[in-house]
């Protein structure tokens, strides 16, 4: 869940879905540690390792772009390619160059490609982007990276209006008849490559690319599920990894009905802070001074319940009216970053004193990355595919998501009952998981800089810490704030810090806390 670039129920709905059918009764921490790879290259493989990119121009100024090939099954690579899309932008400036810094998104289904000309290639400091070849790859199944395709635009219109909050039986089964409509789109537009999506393969791809751009380490930072793929790598070629900062952290070891609590918490973290920023503002429609959080979420849910029976009118051309899904996925989104907050309350006053929901549909579209148009990208399908093939589901069955709906309540008053009704997607999923819940050590890796937000709400702190734990030469950083990761978000003290530690190899002192 990321939400870096524009991630949301991918992070707090899809992710949290995913693990194994015994996760759905069990709270504890995975005893399983990820195995390293050999280090010697499989003769199997050495074709990819030693083919040579032919660079072009992307359309975007300064930036090339090439294809990589990389078996799409590596148990058996003689069985076909997958087609992996790359980006770079050279060094600008002098100095000692270091390599190359792959950088990811999260997602898992965020294009890494997209976010290196949008961001990383133009926004990171001019110290980073003049010592080292900014890199990108899409992950297989994203982006411009052969994309799972489920849904066209007006199925997947109907498919973000799902009802996350069943008030009877007919709309249970209307939810799980969409949760099957979602995954039989995926399987019917994308067989071939839904067994292939997994983060351990897109961390081999990753290797592969690291040679071939002619890199003895692996230098890289990831964000929110970029995390999980960044520790990934680490686990299975530690003695290749390079400066690895891990920001807004994932924790690989536990269980889906953990993952799910923990998210589900974080998001009710992160509107607690919403709600006591926004009493101070004459323009909050959810209270005023005085007014407590638990009071702003009880105004909240009386807007969600009132759109559930009469959605709003919008601006939108297609004639979508704002219902509870889309206004609870646009309130959700702002959660990912408090400079969202005064568009969120400008949103909310719209739609509750002016009956337009246009303003909440616009932040719903931004996290779902719906155009003007109707399009979509295809973030959403990439991220179930990677997500439900990672883990098994949380649940199989509406009757299960029931008996756990008071946890999640619990967790969260304002979003429980959506989040977990949501974890129901991967009970559908046409292709069996070939993962599970896995603890990462990444025993002989250099320094890694795992980093934390407090009041994270996609990638709750404690993850950080339990991650930071796990791996054998961890540094945690944290950050006393809010939003989701922490790196080039306004804290002088976290951007130093790590940008320290990619240009000089420095970690940050243990315990380190920046505000």
Do not use: I, N, W
């Given at each position: 869940m990321m939400r870096t670039g524009g991630t949301l129920l991918a992070a707090a709905a899809l992710l949290a879905s995913a693990c194994s059918a015994r996760d759905?009764?069990?709270?504890?921490?995975?005893?399983?540690?990820?195995?390293?790879?050999p280090r010697a290259t499989p003769s199997a493989l050495s074709q990819y390792y030693a083919q040579k990119l032919t660079w072009r121009p992307c359309g975007v100024p300064g930036f090339e772009c090439a294809t990589m090939k990389a078996p799409r099954d590596y148990a058996s690579p003689a069985a076909g390619d997958v087609k992996l899309a790359v980006a770079r932008k050279r060094a600008t400036g002098h100095g000692k160059p270091l390599g190359s810094l792959l950088v990811n998104p999260g997602g898992p289904g965020g294009s890494a490609v997209g976010y290196l000309e949008q961001h990383a290639g133009v926004g990171y400091p001019s110290e980073i982007r003049a010592r080292y070849d900014m890199v990108a790859v899409d992950p297989?199944?994203?982006?411009?990276?052969?994309?799972?395709?489920c849904l066209d635009g007006r199925q997947m219109d109907a498919y973000a209006q799902t009802d996350l909050t069943p008030d009877n039986r007919t709309e249970v089964n209307q939810l799980v008849a969409a949760d099957k409509r979602f995954a039989e789109g995926c399987g019917r537009h994308s067989a071939g490559l839904l067994r292939h999506v997994s983060t351990v393969e897109a961390a081999r791809d990753m290797d592969i690319l690291r040679s071939v751009l002619g890199d003895r380490k692996l230098n890289y930072v990831g964000a929110s599920y970029g995390t999980f793929l960044g520790a990934t790598y680490a686990g299975l070629f530690p003695d290749?990894?390079?400066?690895?900062?891990?920001?807004?952290?994932?924790?690989?070891?536990l269980s889906s009905r953990r993952l799910n609590e923990d998210q589900t918490a974080g998001f009710?973290?992160?509107?607690?802070?919403?709600?006591?920023?926004?009493?101070?503002h004459p323009d909050c429609p959810l209270g005023?001074?005085?007014?407590?959080?638990?009071?702003v979420g009880d105004h909240l849910k009386a807007f969600f319940g009132k759109l559930d029976a009469s959605p709003l009118r919008t601006g939108d051309v297609s004639g979508r009216k704002l219902g509870e899904a889309l206004a609870t996925t646009g309130v959700i989104a702002a959660m990912y970053d408090q400079a969202a907050w005064p568009q969120l309350r400008e949103a909310?006053?719209?739609?509750?004193?002016?009956?337009?929901?246009?303003?909440?549909?616009?932040?719903?579209?931004?996290?779902?990355e719906r155009d003007a148009h109707g399009r979509y990208s295809n973030l959403m399908f990439a991220n179930t595919a990677v997500n439900c093939l990672d883990l098994p589901p949380a649940f199989s069955s509406p009757e299960e998501v029931e008996k756990?709906?008071?946890?999640?309540?619990?967790?969260s008053p304002v979003f429980g009952r959506g989040l977990g009704w949501a974890s129901l997607s991967c009970a559908y999923w046409p292709v069996r998981a070939t993962g599970e819940a896995h603890r990462i050590e990444a025993v002989g890796a250099a320094p890694i800089v795992v980093v934390g937000t407090i009041r994270d709400p996609a990638t709750p702190y404690r993850w950080a810490r339990s991650l930071a734990s796990q791996l054998s030469s961890a540094r945690l950083l944290t950050y006393d704030g809010d939003g989701h990761t922490a790196y080039g978000r306004g804290s002088k003290c976290i951007d130093s810090a790590i940008d320290a530690y990619l240009l000089r190899g420095t970690p940050p002192a243990k315990g380190k806390r920046c505000s």
């Open positions: 759905a009764t069990s709270a504890t921490a995975a005893d399983a540690v990820l195995a390293a790879l297989r199944g994203v982006g411009q990276s052969e994309p799972v395709k290749r990894a390079g400066r690895l900062v891990l920001d807004g952290a994932m924790d690989p070891s009710e973290t992160a509107f607690q802070s919403f709600a006591k920023d926004c009493v101070r005023g001074p005085g007014t407590s959080p638990a009071k909310l006053t719209s739609a509750m004193k002016h009956h337009d929901g246009t303003a909440l549909l616009v932040l719903s579209d931004s996290y779902y756990a709906l008071p946890a999640f309540e619990k967790a």
